[in-house]
């Protein structure tokens, strides 16, 4: 099961710098190809940039959600759920009797 997770990871991170190298050799094409001024150039990168950061954020967006349901239906609860349960169980040891033993009849 890991190693899906370890796979979804990756393939949000090679996507992400696949984009990137895509979009520089792109504009290099571009400009030799259509005489683009830098200007231009300029513009078309950092659109393609912009491009690029959308789809590494929906990339993110969907990655998290796939963990999220794998690590349900694995039955581990996140981080965020572990620390409420455990700042729980600390206010209830403190309202405890000092005397009594956890599991005990009251």
Do not use: N, W
């Amino acid at each position: 099961m890991f190693e899906i997770l370890e796979k979804a990871a990756m393939t949000a991170l090679g996507a992400a710098a696949i984009t990137q190298k895509k979009g520089e050799e792109l504009v290099k094409e571009m400009r030799s190809r259509y005489k683009m001024s830098e200007e231009e150039g300029r513009a078309f990168l950092d659109r393609i940039q912009e491009l690029a950061k959308a789809g590494r954020e929906r990339t993110t967006e969907a990655a998290e959600v796939e963990i999220k349901g794998a690590l349900e239906r694995m039955g581990m609860v996140t981080r965020e759920d572990f620390d409420k349960l455990e700042h729980r169980v600390r206010v209830l040891e403190a309202i405890a009797p000092a005397d009594e033993e956890p599991g005990t009849e009251c």
